[in-house]
């Protein structure tokens, strides 16, 4: 990148490079392409899955059920959402239609490998500290083979140079809890692995 030209600007032109893709069928679901927000100097990335309904909807991603659930969980930890740069793995909703509703579908192996593209580019343009994989699908784009979540949550790891990539659960597994309880505790042990990010970030 030449040094002349702000990394806010680059990110700009991927942005809208982005809006035009079509890397892989997906693009012929979704209503648009929802790239990553946040800014771009941002110690810490988050990386989800796919734009859910909302997003798509939005254009924006994490802005429906699974992202109040996310920034409950930021505020809970100390981290500022605002200070943070959000994004997804596949950046088109896949989905199919059940009637009027649209029912999430989740990425297969080649167009995780296909939208890696754009979140590399994204990962080469903000210089976070830490970039955090928000379930298995994150995980799967980042580290780029299977995971098992539980094996692997909340353990720090060298991911590219100077930084370290953390694995935890996706928001929405929260949702889908039907008791309570388990939900309560599930969100303290969401939280107790972002209270882990919190300390790496400010070191």
Not at 181 to 186: I, L, N, Q, S
Request: a neutral charge; hydrophobic letters at 40%.
């Amino acid at each position: 990148m030449p040094e002349d030209v702000a990394p806010a600007e680059v990110w700009l032109e991927v942005r809208d490079e982005a809006a035009g893709c079509r890397r892989c069928p997906l693009y012929k679901l979704g209503t648009q392409t929802v790239f990553g927000e946040g800014p771009t100097d941002a110690k810490l990335i988050l990386v989800g899955e796919q734009p859910g309904d909302q997003e798509d909807t939005a254009g924006r991603p994490f802005v429906g059920p699974a992202g109040r659930v996310l920034d409950l969980a930021l505020s809970e930890a100390g981290i500022k959402r605002s200070e943070t740069y959000v994004t997804n793995a596949v950046k088109h909703f896949k989905h199919e239609m059940r009637g009027k509703r649209r029912l999430h579908q989740k990425p297969n192996a080649g167009e995780i490998d296909i939208c890696k593209w754009w979140l590399d580019r994204e990962l080469a343009l903000i210089p976070s500290k830490v970039i955090v994989a928000l379930g298995a699908t994150a995980a799967r784009s980042l580290i780029g083979r299977p995971v098992k979540i539980e094996a692997t949550r909340g353990k720090p790891m060298p991911y590219l140079p100077g930084r370290q990539l953390v694995v935890t659960i996706h928001p929405s597994m929260l949702l889908r809890l039907p008791d309570p309880a388990d939900k309560t505790r599930e969100l303290q042990r969401f939280v107790h692995d972002l209270d882990a990010v919190a300390r790496m970030i400010d070191d």
